[in-house]
Nanobody, 119 residues
Framework: QVQLVESGGGLVQAGGSLRLSCAASGFDFSINAMGWYRQAPGKQRERVALITSGGSTNYADSVKGRFTISRDNAKNTVYLQMNSLKPEDTAVYYC?????????????WGQGTQVTVSS
């Protein structure tokens, strides 16, 4: 059974930093691309960063230059370093594989971690 456990969120002032972690289990983590997604109140969930099994990365324009995604295959964990945070980064952040992320059912998602950026 796939489990995704996100952590590291919190309340931070604009300009601050947070590091999110996502511990994955129940599937072959090392061969899967992993993404970080976020959902702000009243908005659709969006992908903010992706890392392939080979370590290639890409980012949404809104976070490029501020966020860094990384992975540790030995720990089955993916990270999101978030710097220069802005109030518009406020959202619940989730990790997932790109395939599972096509499903909206909560059965395919972890509980997420809340990030709140105050101005």
């Amino acid at each position: 059974q796939v489990q995704l456990v996100e952590s590291g969120g919190g309340l931070v002032q604009a300009g601050g930093s947070l590091r999110l972690s996502c511990a994955a289990s129940g599937f072959d983590f090392s061969i899967n691309a992993m993404g970080w997604y976020r959902q702000a109140p009243g908005k659709q969930r969006e992908r903010v960063a992706l890392i392939t099994s080979g370590g290639s990365t890409n980012y949404a324009d809104s976070v490029k230059g501020r966020f860094t995604i990384s992975r540790d295959n030995a720990k089955n964990t993916v990270y999101l370093q978030m710097n220069s945070l802005k109030p518009e980064d406020t959202a619940v952040y989730y990790c997932n594989t790109p395939l599972r992320a096509t499903y909206s059912s909560t059965a395919y998602w972890g509980q997420g971690t809340q990030v709140t950026v105050s101005s």
